[in-house]
């Protein structure tokens, strides 16, 4: 008797599983299927100051409603693309400004828009590259099936909280997931007196983007954001790869370029950042 009340238990446990995996497959199966399941993640940390955050964003708002970027998605398979907007700094301070929205014409990507300045602008502390790529690696496939995933990541500067950013990066490009980057490169000192870093550029190249066709657009300066995420934005959703293509891991550092994690604090417990 009681060998029986064990194998019925481990039956019912087993037809449990088999029913939450079952719930799984169908929720995944009944995704609207897109083009592209893009997430746009914007970096509020401390060195941006209030004018360099609302141009961040106003270029966002722009880009997203420019008639250009509109011909890019129609011109798809589908004629439509899921995009999330999340603000990011410190390795657990993500906020979901704008969950998965469906864009597909003028009047979707303006409803995404009105979600994304209607939402108050805030500021968190440090820079967690790893911290935000592990925060959205997870969102995928959830409400939309993509043919592809990116994670479109903006910033000022290299991570400095977190695990290591390359492996952050390698793990989520093992998962068929491509990370492109837009690096803010500016001589514009932040809030502390302290200078941007110099070759932000090459630092996003060998240690933040990666995956099949991962490329960056680099804004010269934060009045130039507007154009090179309208740019980025382009090129992500028609699929293209600027003619110059970076390394798909990190590589031996140019000179003069800091190492991946050269800012990384040592800490055995890096999840409190």
Same mark, same amino acid.
Request: hydrophobic share 45%; net charge positive.
């Given at each position: 008797?009681? $060998?029986?009340?064990?194998?019925?238990?481990?039956?019912?446990?087993?037809?449990? =599983?088999?029913?939450?995996?079952?719930?799984?497959?169908?929720?995944?199966?009944?995704?609207?299927?897109?083009?592209?399941?893009?997430?746009?993640?914007?970096?509020?940390?401390?060195?941006?100051?209030?004018?360099?955050?609302?141009?961040?964003?106003?270029?966002?708002?722009?880009?997203?409603?420019?008639?250009?970027?509109?011909?890019?998605?129609?011109?798809?398979?589908?004629?439509?693309? !899921?995009?999330?907007?999340?603000?990011?700094?410190?390795?657990?301070?993500?906020?979901?400004?704008?969950?998965?929205?469906?864009?597909?014409?003028?009047?979707? =990507?303006? !409803?995404?828009?009105?979600?994304? $300045?209607?939402?108050?602008?805030?500021?968190?502390?440090?820079?967690? &590259?790893?911290?935000?790529?592990?925060?959205?690696?997870?969102?995928?496939? $959830?409400?939309? $099936?993509?043919?592809?995933?990116?994670?479109?990541?903006?910033?000022?500067?290299? %991570?400095?909280?977190?695990?290591?950013? !390359?492996? !952050?990066?390698?793990?989520?490009?093992?998962?068929?997931?491509?990370? %492109?980057?837009?690096?803010?490169?500016?001589?514009?000192?932040?809030?502390?007196?302290?200078?941007?870093?110099?070759?932000?550029? &090459?630092?996003?190249?060998?240690?933040?983007?990666?995956?099949?066709?991962?490329?960056?657009?680099?804004?010269?300066?934060?009045?130039?954001?507007?154009? =090179?995420?309208?740019?980025?934005?382009?090129?992500?959703?028609?699929?293209?790869?600027?003619?110059?293509?970076?390394?798909?891991?990190?590589?031996?550092?140019?000179?003069?370029?800091?190492?991946?994690?050269?800012?990384?604090?040592?800490?055995? %417990?890096?999840?409190?950042?």
């Amino acid at each position: 008797m009681r $060998k029986a009340g064990v194998l019925s238990a481990v039956a019912l446990a087993l037809l449990v =599983a088999a029913a939450a995996g079952g719930s799984e497959a169908a929720r995944v199966a009944g995704a609207t299927e897109v083009d592209l399941e893009l997430i746009l993640a914007v970096d509020v940390s401390g060195s941006i100051d209030e004018d360099e955050g609302r141009l961040q964003r106003e270029g966002y708002l722009h880009a997203l409603t420019d008639p250009g970027v509109i011909r890019a998605i129609q011109a798809g398979r589908r004629k439509r693309i !899921a995009i999330a907007y999340v603000e990011w700094a410190g390795y657990r301070w993500q906020r979901m400004v704008a969950d998965w929205t469906l864009v597909q014409d003028m009047a979707t =990507a303006q !409803a995404l828009a009105g979600k994304i $300045k209607a939402s108050e602008r805030v500021s968190g502390p440090f820079t967690s &590259l790893s911290g935000i790529i592990d925060y959205s690696v997870p969102l995928f496939g $959830k409400a939309f $099936k993509g043919n592809r995933q990116v994670i479109d990541i903006s910033g000022d500067g290299p %991570n400095n909280r977190g695990r290591p950013v !390359a492996l !952050a990066r390698d793990q989520a490009v093992a998962k068929g997931i491509v990370i %492109n980057g837009l690096p803010i490169v500016n001589e514009r000192p932040n809030p502390w007196g302290r200078m941007p870093m110099q070759h932000l550029d &090459l630092y996003y190249r060998n240690c933040v983007i990666g995956g099949r066709g991962a490329f960056m657009v680099v804004a010269r300066n934060f009045p130039d954001f507007a154009r =090179a995420v309208r740019r980025k934005l382009i090129l992500e959703i028609v699929g293209l790869t600027p003619p110059e293509r970076p390394v798909l891991v990190a590589a031996a550092q140019p000179s003069g370029v800091p190492h991946c994690d050269a800012f990384l604090r040592p800490t055995q %417990n890096y999840e409190d950042y």
